[in-house]
């Protein structure tokens, strides 16, 4: 029998790790990495019925936890074919009243957890013609909509990164694609303590039609996912719109601290 291929999901056991792992459990054997290893046994588990699942446990916001899921990556027996790079955080903190120790471990997990993951992926994937890396992004990060927060610039970088790494490697037949959704229900907000209770239900996305949007672009070619029109439009106006017009509007937003890696 034919195997499966391989998808290691990072931030695997709940919101949009969690969508990505039911939905390519059809498809894929799955590595799915997480820090809390019973929520991920429990993932497993609820994964079962659809395919193989190994557990990685890991803290992508050290370098040890980085190593180790970079060895899985790279594992010669069982290659990994396709790459999603969820695990993220946010700050509620602006930058002045911040600690470099806090902006830091939001710039590994963030930032340096996605580069060192994608560079063990690309050698493979290269040599063998083939692969896939979805790297999460937000829409937050084509511009700074959250006055005094890190998270944006560190999810702009997410999307550049992505977008120029698609563009090298796609003549070796591998994709790279950002996907930014905007707001997603997920446990995020809830662990994170933001009230979600102001914010009028069309702005809210599901984390499953996300997923399936986002694996769509992706098989389409395209380097930078924005699931849903709304968010397409919010987008074009982004970038489209007066810069002052965009700082009054996003002088109210407040930022909020999270982990989605569970």
Known sequence: MTER???????????????FARELARSHDLVLVARDKA????????????GG??????DLSTPEGCDLVAARIAAPERPVDLLVNNAGMSLNTPLPRSTVEREELLLRLNVHAVMRLTLAALPGMTARGRGDIVNVSSVSGFAAMMPGSTYPASKAWVTNFSESTGQLVRANGVRVMALCPGYTRTEFHERAGISTAKMPAWLWLD??????????????????SVPSWKYKMAVFGIRHAPQGLVRRVSSGTRSRIGRDDH
């Not at 290691?8 to 949009?16: D, R, V």
């Not at 429990?42 to 659809?50: C, D, I, N, P, S």
């Open 5 to 19: 291929p391989v998808a290691l999901i990072t931030g695997a056991t709940a919101g949009i790790g969690a969508a």
């Open 39 to 50: 929520r991920l046994d429990a993932m497993a588990a609820e994964l079962g019925r659809e």
């Open 53 to 58: 699942a190994e557990v990685l446990p890991a």
């Open 207 to 224: 984390a499953s039609r996300v997923v399936r949007d986002g694996l769509r672009d992706l098989r389409k070619g395209k380097l930078v």
